[in-house]
Nanobody, 122 residues
Framework: QVQLVESGGGLVQAGDSLRLSCAAS????????MGWFRQAPGKEREFVAG????????LYADSVKGRFTISKDNAKNTVYLQMNNLKPEDTAVYYC???????????????WGQGTQVTVSS
């Protein structure tokens, strides 16, 4: 089975940057769509960004366009989320997920990591 492990979260100030990593193992990923989601306390899990292992097209939530960039390194089996100009409203647990389709809903992604905490202070 495919396993995903996130890393790179931490405590930063507003305006700072972080890069999250999602390391994948245990399967073949060329046909998977990789998504980043986040969940803040008291809120539903929401889509942040997505990318296809075998392609280059990307998809972003409106709230992060121009600030976040999703990328991948197929040789390292790793997906990244570069987060610039972080805001307090970006505070959440960030999850990496793998699915079969380029969708924004969490239920479309069967495989999930355990998450990494990102906290942005004002």
């Amino acid at each position: 089975q495919v396993q995903l492990v996130e890393s790179g979260g931490g405590l930063v100030q507003a305006g700072d940057s972080l890069r999250l990593s999602c390391a994948a193992s245990g399967g073949t990923f060329s046909t998977y769509y990789m998504g980043w989601f986040r969940q803040a306390p008291g809120k539903e899990r929401e889509f942040v960004a997505g990318i296809m292992w075998g392609g280059r097209d990307t998809l972003y939530a409106d709230s992060v366009k121009g600030r976040f960039t999703i990328s991948k390194d197929n040789a390292k089996n790793t997906v990244y989320l570069q987060m610039n100009n972080l805001k307090p409203e970006d505070t959440a647990v960030y999850y990496c997920a793998a699915g079969d389709y380029a969708l924004r809903t969490p239920v479309a992604y069967p495989v999930w990591g355990q998450g990494t905490q990102v906290t942005v202070s004002s």
